[in-house]
């Protein structure tokens, strides 16, 4: 059965803004209003389609994005609503991937908020058609005007008002639409309102607005600017098709008035997103990566780009795509671009919630699931034969926080990295790292609640108890002056004997240096290390007195201390060895006596060359709101952090320091605590550092604990 909606008549719009602020329940109106649920759920009763995951409903907000669909006079909307949360930015960023409009929400009590702000960078980057919503105007706090005035700072002018409400708080049920030039009337049940002419106490306000908008919309177009010079007005649908026009060329934001839990607007909204909103095909075509246009035409070369995938309880793994061009149909088989794997669409799906309603075909510009592929993921684009489209990978960010996470119970380690691989595959921004250096499985993840949603996949449907700790910080350890040794290592006692002697001379190395005072260099070789800095070794044997073949092997014994450093047990670097003398025996001479010589003369001087251990210092960038830039700063220096400079970012005022990444453990939940979740952060690796004598000692003194019991 052929798709029920074509392409000009499928809308995909995600619904995007700060925690809280209503887009759940904005959705829930929207399929209650087009009759798909016949009673409207919330958020608080656990009862609306969006929220149905358990977590979501034990914690009262969406962690992950749902499609949801909805039909309005004609046309399908497709709904991506989307969490609120920064820490499950990854559900965003791929929803706003594949839609085609974003309804950014904004909570009329509290104005544009840092998540409003974090949002709407990314819909920056993909520069995606915008709509405002201001929600929540029965709330008695809020202020219409206020809210509008921040969006307009903080977002620009482009934000003009289309809707406006005619009360606010308790009474509110009026809302003035200057496209239209018509008052809606909702009754205290919401839905569907009255259309009233606008009150003449209204009049002029309506008609300044009215104006605002329409000069908004013919300053975009050169026919209509014409136009309206020539007739001083424009017809609702010149204004509707110049505001589409404006829309895609993000040159203007629409701004409209809600309240979700009155379900008072969501109808007009719809019937804008209908009219005027683009679908996929009145969109800029995708361009591949190959940089080709890919127009997004039904009757085009079938092509797929899968923005996410689930793993379902007794279903198995669903992937959610869009169609970017041709129509897919059950039965279909595809190419995946990524991995040359084919792939056959036994079913496809509909989404509404956690609800699959099955269907034939979809069509370009659709979005919806299929279920068990083979070999395909986020990101991944699947096509037909004889084509080699791959569409851009979504970007996803790298991660705020680290953890050490492993099995309660010893022995489920292969079943908690299955797991940690299935968690994986659902969601990008968790990358797990199996750290050989610092022997720990490390879970990278964008901050304490995301944490908290994968440990709830891991127990409750992967079923290994897991705990997670602090990660060890990975140390390195140098040395600041010049140190000679010479180790014996003599074993003759029955079996083969083992002989070998070996001086060295240890420096501190630095680009540039001059050549070994008082030795005659025979050979060297400088090693960039896999752990960053440099090991430069020189052979200085005079007169034979270690023979060529052996000096590998005391280079491998100096490389195996360098892996385990004589203070900490860290990575050792920039150091210069200039093997200088020694002795052999002509029997018991061999690789493993001077690889051990070469260990210990190496430990002995590097003991005596004043050694140094280094910290990782991180630079951290705060994005935090003017009058919060002290408590920031204050928190920071509590962490050793050295604050480098405040720049004024947007609206933010941005605090760049240099931390020490022992100290940031917790600095994301303190963060949010200190900023009531006002603030964001980044930090990436800046250098290496001296640490304090005090902190040397202490290291030293645990690894040398750790080292005894290890033997004990
Ligand atoms: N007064 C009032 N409350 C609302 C309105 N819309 C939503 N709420 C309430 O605000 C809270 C959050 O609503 P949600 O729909 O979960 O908000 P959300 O944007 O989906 O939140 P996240 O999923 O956390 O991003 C709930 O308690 C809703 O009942 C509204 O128009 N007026
Ligand atoms: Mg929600």
């Known amino acids: 059965m052929a798709a029920e909606f074509d392409t000009s008549h499928v809308k995909n719009v995600v619904l995007l803004g700060h925690a809280g602020s209503g887009k759940t329940t904005l959705a829930e109106c929207m399929l209650y209003e087009a009759g798909l649920i016949n009673r409207r759920g919330t958020v608080e009763e656990n009862s609306t389609v969006g929220d149905y995951h358990p977590l979501e409903q034990e914690r009262g907000n969406s962690i992950f994005s749902k499609l949801m669909h909805t039909k309005w006079r004609g046309y399908k909307i497709n709904i991506l609503d989307t969490p609120g949360y920064d820490d499950f930015v990854g559900e965003v960023l791929s929803a706003l991937r594949v839609a085609d409009t974003g309804v950014m929400l904004l909570n009329a009590a509290m104005g544009v908020e840092v998540g409003t702000d974090i949002i709407w960078e990314y819909t920056e980057k993909f520069k995606t058609p915008m709509i405002f919503a201001v929600n929540k105007l029965d709330d008695d706090s809020a202020d219409f005007d206020k809210t509008v005035q921040q969006a307009k700072d903080h977002f620009g002018s482009k934000v003009t008002v289309v809707q406006y409400p005619r009360q606010q708080g308790a009474g509110f049920h ?77 040159d203007i ?43 997004c035409d039904a009757d085009g070369p079938a092509c797929i780009f899968v923005y996410k995938t689930i793993s379902e309880p007794h279903v198995g793994d669903m992937s959610f795509f869009k169609v970017y061009s041709g129509t897919i149909k059950t039965g279909m088989e595809l190419v995946n671009e990524s991995n040359g794997s084919f792939e056959k669409i036994n079913q496809l799906f509909l989404m509404e919630g956690n609800k699959r309603l099955p269907v034939q075909e979809l069509t370009a510009g659709d979005i919806g699931a299929t279920l068990k592929l083979r070999n395909t993921h986020v990101n991944n684009t699947l096509h037909v034969k004889g084509k080699n489209y791959e569409l851009p990978p979504i970007e996803f960010p790298s991660s705020n926080v680290t953890y050490c996470i492993e099995p309660v119970n010893k022995g489920e380690e292969e079943k908690l990295a299955q797991a940690l691989h299935q968690l994986r595959e659902e969601d990008p921004t968790l990358v797990v790292e199996v750290s050989k250096e610092l022997k720990q499985t490390l879970l990278h993840c964008q901050g304490d609640m995301h944490l908290a949603v994968a440990k709830w996949k891991i127990e409750n449907l992967h079923k290994v108890p897991v705990k997670f700790g602090k990660p060890r910080i990975a140390y390195r350890e140098t040395i600041r002056k010049t140190a000679e040794a010479n180790y014996r290592h003599k074993k003759q006692s029955g079996g083969a004997g083992q002989f070998g002697e070996v001086y060295m001379r240890i420096e501190p190395f630095y680009e540039g240096m001059p050549e070994p005072v008082g030795l005659n260099v025979r050979g060297r070789d400088s090693f960039d290390l896999d752990w960053g800095g440099k090991l430069v070794f020189y052979n200085c044997i005079v007169g034979g007195a270690i023979d060529v073949r052996f000096l590998p092997s005391i280079l491998k014994g100096v490389m195996e201390k360098m892996h385990e450093g004589p203070l900490t047990g860290s990575y050792v670097r920039d150091v210069r060895v200039c093997v200088y003398d020694g002795k052999m025996h002509p029997v018991d001479s061999n690789d493993i006596s001077f690889k051990i010589a070469g260990i210990m003369a190496f430990k002995d001087a590097f003991q005596k060359a004043d050694p140094q251990v280094l910290e990782p210092i991180h630079t951290v960038e705060v994005l935090c709101p003017e009058e919060l830039t002290g408590a920031v700063m204050g928190d920071l220096q509590s962490r050793r952090g050295m604050v480098e400079g405040i720049d004024t970012e947007g609206h933010f005022q941005k605090v760049i320091a240099k931390v020490p990444l022992a100290e940031m453990h917790d600095f994301c939940s303190s963060l949010r605590s200190i900023t009531q979740g006002r603030a964001k952060f980044k930090m990436s690796f800046d250098s290496y550092q001296p640490v304090s004598y005090e902190l040397q000692r202490k290291l030293a003194e645990e690894y040398n604990k750790s080292a005894e019991e290890a033997v004990a």
């Open 174 to 250: 009026e809302i003035i639409d200057v496209l239209r030039m018509t008052m809606y009337k909702f009754h205290d049940s919401g839905g569907k309102p009255e259309k009233l002419a606008i009150p003449d106490d209204e009049r002029e306000k309506a008609d300044n607005l009215h104006k605002e908008l329409v000069e908004a919309v013919a300053a975009n177009d050169e026919a209509l600017m014409e136009k309206y010079f020539d007739k001083g007005e424009l017809e609702e649908d010149e204004l509707k098709e110049g505001l589409k026009k404006a829309m895609i060329h993000h």
């Open 253 to 295: 934001f629409p701004l409209f008035c809600l309240s979700a839990t009155r379900n008072m607007g969501s109808g007009r909204l719809m019937g804008f997103i209908d009219n005027v909103c683009p679908s996929a095909n009145e969109m800029p075509p995708q361009k591949t990566r190959k940089g080709e246009d890919l127009p």
